[in-house]
């Protein structure tokens, strides 16, 4: 675990200027501590949040609303189903092909309600741990903004798998490490745990931990390895569940 006071190897810099919106969604990718600092400083995260969550659940809803995303999310449906053990009979798999038609707003409406909760969830883990136990000064609101620009990562995920997977027409990833390995089996521990691990999750971590470090004035290598063991525990129970199922 990271230590519980602040490193003193960690300069303490001057409050950096506020960013505008745009400003702070490009540094989060080019310069992230730069723009993290800005965050900390002066943590708004409203325009943020509402910029990511209209971006996800626009690009869901546009794509499940053509034919080959409806295929697309159909078969992935059914392929997990069938991952878990579960048959899909002729019967249900028309049912759930007639509510495709639906589904693009289901989807949409979800990503909605669902991306502020989860983040809202992440960074009260987080404040529970760094502030509460760990006894680090910053507020839920400066933590609270770091999770939330640290999703900006993922418009960029999205914006770079929502085409490659209409062309592919899958809604499988492309950029995770068993879709580099396509001659694994395809219902192997191995094949689901590297399922797991995907370049955008991994990116996305590492902003979350360089955030941290910055907001906390800790080095970052100590939470990222925190960070990524346990992505790495909840990669393993995933897969091992999965694998589990799909064998029985």
């Not at 600092?37 to 659940?57: C, D, E, H, K």
Request: aromatic share 12%; net charge positive.
């Amino acid at each position: 675990m990271t230590s519980s006071t602040p490193d003193s190897s960690v300069p303490q810099l001057p409050a950096p200027p506020a960013k505008s919106l745009p400003a702070r969604f490009i540094g989060v990718i080019f310069s992230p501590k730069e723009t993290f600092q800005s965050v900390a400083a002066a943590p708004r995260w409203f325009g943020m949040l509402a910029f990511i969550t209209l971006f996800l659940a626009t690009a869901t809803f546009l794509f499940m609303r053509t034919e080959v995303g409806q295929r697309a999310v159909l078969e992935q449906q059914v392929s997990t189903m069938e991952s878990f053990g579960m048959q899909v009979s002729d019967a249900q798999y028309a049912q759930m092909q007639q509510r495709m038609g639906v589904s693009a707003y289901i989807a949409s409406i979800s990503q909605l309600v669902m991306v502020p909760i989860v983040y809202l969830v992440m960074a009260g883990i987080l404040f529970a741990v760094f502030s509460a136990v760990m006894g680090g000064q910053a507020t839920f609101k400066q933590l609270y903004a770091v999770v939330v620009h640290s999703g900006a990562i993922g418009v960029v995920q999205q914006l770079f798998v929502m085409p490659v997977n209409y062309a592919r027409q899958s809604m499988s990833s492309p950029t995770n490490l068993a879709a580099l390995l396509p001659m694994l089996p395809e219902k192997s521990f191995v094949t689901y745990l590297l399922g797991t691990v995907d370049v955008f999750y991994v990116w996305s971590t590492m902003v979350l931990a360089i955030g941290l470090g910055v907001t906390y004035r800790r080095r970052t290598q100590p939470i990222a390895i925190t960070l990524f063991v346990i992505y790495g525990v909840i990669a393993l129970i995933v897969a091992g569940v999965r694998s589990w199922m799909g064998g029985s």
